[in-house]
């Protein structure tokens, strides 16, 4: 595999949002949400193209401002709290194709509700396709302590079972390193998609690891407020 390939950046970013109302618009560190992913795909060596997906004039208007693509406004059917990734992704290949005739390689999705993840981030992951010669790349952290020392409770509380015994007779340097969908990098042969209708292809699918600490998902307002102390952070840093 060569770098020769096109890439499709999609940013999906619905107007609606019950738990943290509004974040794709929301102030993080001097910029809207959604900008931080934009800004992260226009500034990748690989990514041929960067659209969003929404359904929202306010994002429209911000999407434009920060120079990504609006080919279409999301119809409403993809618009609700029901509608799934692969849906978006699908409507989108298929809207680039019929309506507008281009065709890319690769769809790198990139949600907005991961903004330290930045363009050096999706360079690496791109260059860690080609090096494996993939035909998917979703990005992981560690994740923080062992899943073993975790459990479900019954009703009553009761946590004479909460432990298999080798949990409790183990130490946490004793377990392997556990890992967890970060959410920050979906990386697709576009053809593989179709033909699959999902991101986890069944084969010739690699992790890229990332730092925990970059791999914040804004979902609620203490993850928002989190991310905000990170990136000032960060900013500081640069």
């Not at 062992?146 to 015994?165: A, R, T």
């Amino acid at each position: 595999m060569h770098n020769n390939k096109t890439f499709l950046a999609i940013i999906p970013a619905r107007g609606g949002s019950k738990r943290l109302p509004r974040k794709n618009t929301l102030d993080l560190a001097g910029k809207p949400l959604i900008a931080w992913s934009i800004e992260a795909g226009l500034k990748s060596k690989y990514i041929d193209e960067v659209m969003v997906s929404t359904d929202d004039d306010e994002i429209i208007n911000i999407a434009k401002n920060c120079g990504a693509r609006i080919p279409f406004v999301r119809p409403k059917k993809l618009s609700n709290d029901f509608s799934t990734r692969s849906e978006v992704i699908k409507h989108t290949i298929e809207f680039y194709q019929n309506k507008l005739d281009k065709n890319f390689d690769y769809l790198i999705f990139l949600q907005p509700t991961s903004p330290l993840r930045d363009e050096i981030d999706i360079d690496k992951a791109i260059e860690y396709l080609f090096c494996k010669n993939a035909d998917a790349i979703v990005s992981v952290c560690e994740v923080g302590y062992p899943i073993q020392w975790s459990g479900v409770l019954p009703k009553n509380n009761d946590m004479s079972s909460f432990l298999e015994d080798i949990a409790i007779k183990s130490r946490s340097q004793d377990f392997k390193t556990i890992y967890k969908l970060n959410g920050a990098l979906y990386i697709c042969s576009t053809k593989k998609f179709l033909e699959q209708g999902c991101l986890f292809l069944k084969e010739n699918i690699y992790a890229y690891k990332m730092l925990e600490s970059i791999s914040v998902d804004i979902d609620t307002k203490e993850d928002f407020e989190y991310a905000e102390f990170l990136m000032n952070k960060k900013i500081r840093i640069i």
